[in-house]
């Protein structure tokens, strides 16, 4: 069976490759390289000994997009291609708009030409907005807060709505909680450009050295230690529940929200000395101003995606935060680093 992945060598695809290949699925991958390295590549065939077909396109160019599927025999698609930097999106809204949006629509009206009609969607708990009670379950009204979380709440929209006109349609929506770590082997993992947004990519260049310390962002929530609390998650663990939602898609039709998540929630410090612990360094830190429009709390209520995709996560927070470690001590640069040397050794104190 051949999958097409947009955005295969970001930080989630890459690591859905190694999983599909490992799974003995054929891929075809297309990005833009507008946010990862072609590197990623070489590495995902380093871990599992396959090929994989890459077409460096945009999905705003229709054209490549008739040429994929002319020349690949595609079953289905899992969509990780687009913009995800909320602060960013705030500055350049329309910029997100076109690529997220008009890049879905241009995907979806070839798959339609060319009679593919299975979709793996990567959404994000950011559907949810700002909610008076945790767990979040599927089923509570969507919200977004900014440019970012409303394309993938539009994107939500637009599939409901041609899974509703055309039958054939079978489409998993996935909300991502917070993807963390990196493949055990510390070849592939996040790569993020300039100064890290998110929490653990923060920490791990303090760990390192590259920063001098992270900031946190207010201890003033109502949370057991009044810093922000989230539901991180395994990027592998990640991984395999898109292999289980394109197993559900291929038997059955129609539309589908799943929340990927632990169902546990992390504060910042717990993170942070969990993050020590394994790193064996001293992260410094130190207590600011809440970031404009974080929530107090989120964490899943998967139970969803454990009854009806058979999958639940099985990585803790302690094999997240090593494997992240692992990733960076390896690749000091990310993928400008030389290749590593193959290790599986967990560096715990
Ligand atoms: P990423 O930036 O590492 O991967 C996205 C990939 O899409 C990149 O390789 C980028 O070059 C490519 N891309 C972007 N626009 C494109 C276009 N128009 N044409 C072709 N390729 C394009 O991000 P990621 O963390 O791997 O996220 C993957 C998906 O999951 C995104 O849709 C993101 O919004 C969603 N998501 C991510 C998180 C997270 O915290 N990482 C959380 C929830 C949802
Ligand atoms: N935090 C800090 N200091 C930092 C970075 C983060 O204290 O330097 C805190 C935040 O305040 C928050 C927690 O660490 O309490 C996690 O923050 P992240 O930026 O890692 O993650 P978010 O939950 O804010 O955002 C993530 C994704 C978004 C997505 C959102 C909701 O990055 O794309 O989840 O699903 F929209």
New binding site residues.
């Given amino acids: 069976m051949s999958i097409l992945i ?2 295969g ?5 890459s690591h859905t490759c190694v999983e599909l290949l490992n799974s003995g699925y054929e891929i075809v991958v ?7 390295r072609k590197d990623s590549l070489d590495r995902i065939k380093r871990i599992t000994g396959k090929d994989i077909k890459f077409y460096h ?4 160019n229709k054209g490549d997009l008739h040429t994929i599927f002319s020349e690949n025999n595609i079953d289905a698609v899992i969509h ?5 930097a909320v602060g960013e999106s705030v500055n350049v809204p329309l910029h997100y708009y076109e ?1 997220n949006i008009t ?1 879905t629509l241009n995907l979806l009206e070839v798959m339609e030409k060319f009679g593919v009609y299975r979709m793996v969607f ?5 559907v949810y907005g700002t909610q008076e009670k945790v767990p979040l379950s599927e089923d509570l009204p969507l919200q977004a807060t900014n440019p970012y979380g409303r394309t ?1 709440l539009m994107i939500e929209e637009i599939l409901r709505d041609v899974t509703i006109a055309n039958r054939n349609w079978s489409i998993a929506l996935l909300r ?1 909680f ?2 963390v770590g990196a493949h055990p082997s510390g070849t592939i993992g996040e790569d993020p450009n300039g100064i890290p947004n ?1 929490l653990v990519p923060y920490i791990s260049q303090v760990a390192i050295g590259k920063l001098s310390e992270l900031k946190v962002y207010g201890n003033d929530y109502n949370t057991h230690d009044g810093t922000g609390v989230r539901d991180y998650i395994h990027v592998v663990d990640l991984a395999s529940g898109h292999l289980k939602a394109l197993e559900k898609i291929m038997r059955s039709t129609g539309i589908n929200a799943y929340n990927l998540g632990t169902g546990r929630g992390y504060s910042v410090l717990e993170v942070i000395q969990t993050f020590e612990k394994v790193s064996g360094k001293l992260i410094p830190y130190k207590i600011t101003r809440r970031r404009p429009g974080d929530i107090a709390i989120s964490y899943a209520d998967s139970s969803k995606a454990e009854k009806e995709l058979n999958w639940s996560a099985q990585k803790n927070l302690l094999e997240m935060c090593a494997d992240s470690w692992r990733w960076q001590i390896q690749n000091p640069n990310g993928y400008e680093s030389k290749e590593p040397e193959y290790s599986s050794k967990l560096i715990l104190n």
């Avoid at 990780?80 to 995800?84: I, R, Y």
């Avoid at 990567?122 to 950011?126: E, I, R």
């Fill in positions: 947009t955005g060598t970001g930080y989630i695809g297309l990005d833009n390289l507008s946010n990862s396109s945009d999905l705003l990780f291609a687009g913009l995800k690529n890049g990567s959404s994000s708990a950011t993938k991502y917070n993807p998110n």
